[in-house]
């Protein structure tokens, strides 16, 4: 089965520093990679998604991702983060083909401070 | 907006009594929906699908008869907490795909915080 490593629990950094999040899977074959954001008390939300094609995706409010085959990561990176990001991250991924589960991994809380 | 609507958003029972969590599609059908549990400081597990019109799919250490799930409409999913007991207590997720199927963004509800004392 596949699993997924979020290096990161918790960050904590300055407004306008830069990001980079953590994801590493293990599954040798075909998945689709995901990063959702949960902002204190809400519901959790896709920021972007990997499927196929240019390894690079750009999310919502400025994030984007590398898909990395050869490590097996699916790196979160903002170049300069605001108050506002404050939340919890977490990286999932499924196998891809037609599978609808998402495995999680533990998930980054974020802290920006002002 | 909301797009899953989770009720209760929590809930504390007793010991032995059953729970039952609804988790509601707004605005489109969902003929799949997925339920997760987070313990603290850790990841959501799925814990089972939930297929309409049919039997639920659960994942592999899920008590299936104490988990009961109903998915009775293409809108509505429940979980059934029965017989609850304080290791239950944790925090239950419900999730589906929006209307363009498992390619669409996954939409989830708010959660349900179940405290068994």
């Given at each position: ?114 | ?57 659960y994942e592999q250490g ?22 609850a007991h304080p290791e ?30």
């Amino acid at each position: 089965a596949q699993s997924v490593s979020q290096h990161n629990h918790h960050v904590i950094l300055s407004e306008a520093a830069s990001l980079e999040l953590g994801c590493n899977y293990s599954y040798g074959g075909t998945v689709n990679l995901f990063w959702y954001v949960q902002y204190p008390g809400q519901h959790l939300q896709l920021l972007l998604k990997y499927f196929s094609g240019d390894p690079l995706v750009k999310g919502i409010k400025g994030f984007e991702a590398e898909f990395i085959k050869s490590k097996f990561s699916f790196n979160l990176r903002k170049p300069s983060v605001q108050w506002s990001d404050t939340a919890e991250y977490f990286c999932a991924v499924n196998v891809g083909g037609g599978g609808n589960k998402l495995t999680f991994g533990t998930g980054t809380q974020l802290k920006v401070e002002l | 907006g909301a797009v899953v609507s989770q009720h209760p958003s929590w809930v504390i029972c007793k010991s032995g009594t059953s729970v039952k969590i609804e988790c509601r599609s707004l605005d489109f059908q969902a003929t799949t929906m997925f339920w997760y549990r987070q313990f603290p400081k850790q990841s959501l597990m799925l814990m089972a699908t939930s297929n309409e019109g049919s039997k639920a799919t659960y994942e592999q250490g899920v008590e299936k008869d104490k988990f009961l799930i109903n998915h009775a409409s293409l809108t509505l999913s429940t979980l059934t907490v029965t017989s609850a007991h304080p290791e239950d207590s944790s925090f239950y997720i419900c999730s589906a795909y929006g209307q363009g199927g498992w390619n669409s963004p996954l939409h989830f509800g708010n959660g349900t915080r179940l405290t068994v004392t």
